[in-house]
Each structure stands twice: as structure tokens, then as C-alpha cells.
């Protein structure tokens, strides 16, 4: 079985730095895409980030410039920098991996980790 597992999360103060880490475990042949979704209270899950296997990156309109999302193909790790945090970042954050693939064959499947809370205090 495959797992994505989150870990980072947590209490900051606004203008802080969190760095969230992903790690991806289990049968794993591939993995292209690799993101972060959040979740605010009240709100819908939306994109943070996203970073292909080569190493593309896209970035929702507000997180450019403060987050940084990385990944180390070798360790199936991807990880989200995230500074100036402000309040409207709170929510859970998800590592969504939407291809992976456990075999050679196939399209392979969308994987979600449970989420870590991050708590941006004003």
C-alpha cells in the first residue's frame, strides 16, 4: 500500500516561516505531480502548490513569492517552504500526489496524505 504521510505543521506567528515536509511510502514505481492543497475552516481544499518530477512548479496567485514547494525524486519527499505567513494561511495542509503510480502499467492513482494543521496567530 501506498502512503503519504505529512509532518511540520504547526503554531506560528504572523510573518513566521514553517517548512512542511511529505513523504511518500509503500509500492511506488512513480510519481509525477506532487502538490499541497489546504484547507481553511469554512472553506473549500485548494491548490498551494504543485511540482512535476522535472521539477516545474506552479503556485497559486497568493503563496507566489512566499512559498517555495521542492522535492527530492530520490526519497519520494516533496516539501513546501512557507514564509511571511499571515493569518489567512491557517488551515490543513494536504500532499496530494494525483499519478502515482505503483507498477509500470497503467495511470496510476490519487493519493492524499491526513493533512497537518498550520495555525498562524495575528
Known amino acids: 500500500q501506498v502512503q503519504l504521510v505529512e509532518s511540520g505543521g504547526g503554531l506560528v506567528q504572523a510573518g513566521g516561516s514553517l517548512r512542511l515536509s511529505c513523504a511518500a511510502s509503500?509500492?511506488?514505481?512513480?510519481?509525477?505531480?506532487m502538490g499541497w492543497y489546504r484547507q481553511a475552516p469554512g472553506k473549500q481544499r485548494e491548490l498551494v502548490a504543485a511540482?512535476?518530477?522535472?521539477?516545474?512548479?506552479t503556485y497559486a496567485d497568493s503563496m507566489k513569492g512566499r512559498f517555495i514547494i521542492s522535492r527530492d525524486n530520490a526519497k519520494n519527499m516533496v516539501y513546501l517552504q512557507m514564509n511571511s505567513l499571515e493569518a489567512e494561511d491557517t488551515g490543513v495542509y494536504y500532499c496530494?500526489?494525483?499519478?502515482?503510480?505503483?507498477?509500470?502499467w497503467g495511470a496510476g492513482r490519487d493519493y492524499w496524505g491526513q493533512g497537518t494543521q498550520v495555525t498562524v496567530s495575528s
Open positions: 509503500g509500492r511506488i514505481f512513480s510519481i509525477n505531480t
Open positions: 511540482i512535476t518530477s522535472s521539477g516545474a512548479t
Open positions: 496530494n500526489a494525483p499519478r502515482l503510480k505503483s507498477t509500470a
